[in-house]
T-cell receptor
Framework: EAQVTQNPRYLITVTGKKLTVTCSQN?????MSWYRQDPGLGLRQIYYSMNVEVTDKGDVPEGYKVSRKEKRNFPLILESPSPNQTSLYFCASWRWVSHTEAFFGQGTRLTVV | GESVGLHLPTLSVQEGDNSIINCAYS??????FIWYKQESGKGPQFIID?????DKRQGQRVTVLLNKTVKHLSLQIAATQPGDSAVYFC????????FGPGTRLSVLP
């Protein structure tokens, strides 16, 4: 089954404690991206990757890191989480053609206290 | 910068009525548009898409209309059902996906 898998689904952590949210896709998609979703603001892009070892900042990259060592995986790293990073996070992937839908993971709800 | 927005944050319709959800976009270079449905606790799911060389596309109970003159996109849902209750996002694709803030559709019994 074609899917994007995120882990964990829920996470409560404390300020400053490094964490990683994993994302994996099984569709051999070139593009992968991380979004955060906050009430009234919709989906805002954090980082995206057009292929292995190629990453670019989205609209809200501050406080986040990503890596793309393998085509299927695109982890999101919060080196020192802060309460303003409490949000719902989605990973998405899509093929590198001009007309193609993005597939989303189930989401990770992160709370930083 | 480019942005995609929706005109109404919430929309309530009676079960069985038709729903129309609107979206405005600003990047005239975008050549692909999608509507997504997000149910509570789930990630966005594809509903229907349309390319910029079209002005209308129909699905099973959904229709997307694209008016490039005024940069307007709409999603029409026929005979709205309780299962249609969700948040609906429009998205445009030029070199990357840009999503609007979403409209929450509530279906009243």
């Amino acid at each position: 089954e074609a899917q994007v898998t995120q882990n964990p689904r829920y996470l409560i952590t404390v300020t400053g404690k490094k964490l990683t949210v994993t994302c994996s896709q099984n569709m051999n998609h070139e593009y992968m991206s991380w979004y955060r979703q906050d009430p009234g603001l919709g989906l805002r892009q954090i980082y995206y990757s057009m292929n292995v070892e190629v990453t670019d900042k989205g609209d809200v990259p501050e406080g986040y890191k990503v890596s793309r060592k393998e085509k299927r995986n695109f982890p999101l790293i919060l080196e020192s989480p802060s309460p303003n990073q409490t949000s719902l996070y989605f990973c998405a992937s899509w093929r590198w053609v001009s007309h193609t839908e993005a597939f989303f993971g189930q989401g990770t709800r992160l709370t930083v206290v | 910068g480019e942005s995609v927005g929706l005109h109404l944050p919430t929309l309530s319709v009676q079960e069985g009525d038709n729903s129309i959800i609107n979206c405005a976009y600003s990047n005239s270079a975008s050549d692909y548009f999608i509507w997504y449905k997000q149910e509570s606790g789930k990630g966005p799911q594809f509903i229907i898409d349309i390319r910029s060389n079209m002005d209308k596309r129909q699905g099973q109970r959904v229709t997307v209309l694209l008016n490039k003159t005024v940069k307007h996109l709409s999603l029409q849902i026929a005979a709205t059902q309780p299962g249609d209750s969700a948040v609906y996002f429009c998205a445009e694709y030029g070199q990357n996906f840009v999503f609007g803030p979403g409209t929450r559709l509530s279906v009243l019994p």
